[in-house]
């Protein structure tokens, strides 16, 4: 049987301007800058928020190239490689789909992407009346995402310590729901001898709260309410 083989992105986009005030695209991830092309930056845009298999990638990838086709100079596959071996694209294999879900998602890192009032405020009146945005398509700022319970517990712990999916699961698994520091991490999910955090997503696989976290995970993320990071 065929490994089924899923891919996603991780980091954040920011720009950056030069010496000759060109602005560059730049990805954050690790607290590491990385410098893309545009053909990069369009493939990695295109998974950012999105689980799919290679041939999906080229669909989308193809699908925004009418109005970029000046920037073709090499195969779309390349890039992906390229992208694959700097660690901006992350993949997952396995005999099911929820396997290659599980080995893409278990050992990356959550952060939470909902902010303040406040700052949601700021963007509203930005996009309104500097970016001329219509009103009805700006208050989707202001929609309140409806979660599962699965959800809200993995946001909550979230928004506490950098957490994995595998430590998600484990922190499910033992019905944690206060981490207030880095140590309670080491006491409350790696308090036995056998796990570490090179093997806790093998260990944690087999968990009864494995599906249930790893699906929060996915669902969030294709909801834009986390990104994904890897230290």
């Keep these: 049987m065929a490994l089924k083989t899923l891919y996603t992105a991780v980091g954040r986009f920011e720009r950056r301007t ?17 410098m893309v ?10 998974l950012n928020w999105r689980i799919v298999r290679m041939e999906e990638i080229g669909h989308l990838y193809t699908k925004t190239l009418p109005w970029k086709k000046d920037i073709i100079n090499r195969p779309w596959k390349d890039c992906v490689e ?11 294999k396995g005999e099911t789909d929820y396997d290659a879900l599980y080995d893409l998602l278990s050992s990356l890192y959550i952060i939470p992407t909902d902010g303040s009032t406040f700052l949601r405020v700021l963007s509203f009146l930005k996009l309104t009346f500097v970016n001329h945005v219509p009103f009805s398509a700006a208050r989707k700022l202001f929609h309140r995402d409806q979660r ?32 207030p520091t880095e140590e309670s991490i080491l006491e409350g ?28 995970v996915a669902n969030l993320y294709l909801r834009q309410q986390i990104i994904f990071e890897r230290i």
């Excluded at 092309?37 to 295109?46: A, V």
């Design 189 to 216: 999910v790696y308090d036995d001898p056998d796990t570490t955090s090179d093997n806790i997503s093998y260990i944690m696989q087999v968990s009864p709260q494995s599906q249930t976290v790893t699906l929060a």
């Design 18 to 34: 030069n010496g000759c005030r060109r602005c560059c695209p730049v990805i954050i991830l690790g607290g590491k800058e990385y």
């Design 37 to 46: 092309d545009m053909q990069e930056m369009i493939i990695w845009s295109c």
């Design 148 to 179: 599962t319970e699965s959800e809200k517990q993995v946001m909550a712990l979230a928004r506490q310590v950098l957490l994995s999916t595998a430590e998600l699961i484990r922190c499910m698994e033992k019905d944690i729901h206060f981490l």
């Design 82 to 92: 390229r992208l694959l071996t700097r660690g901006l694209l992350v993949s997952g």
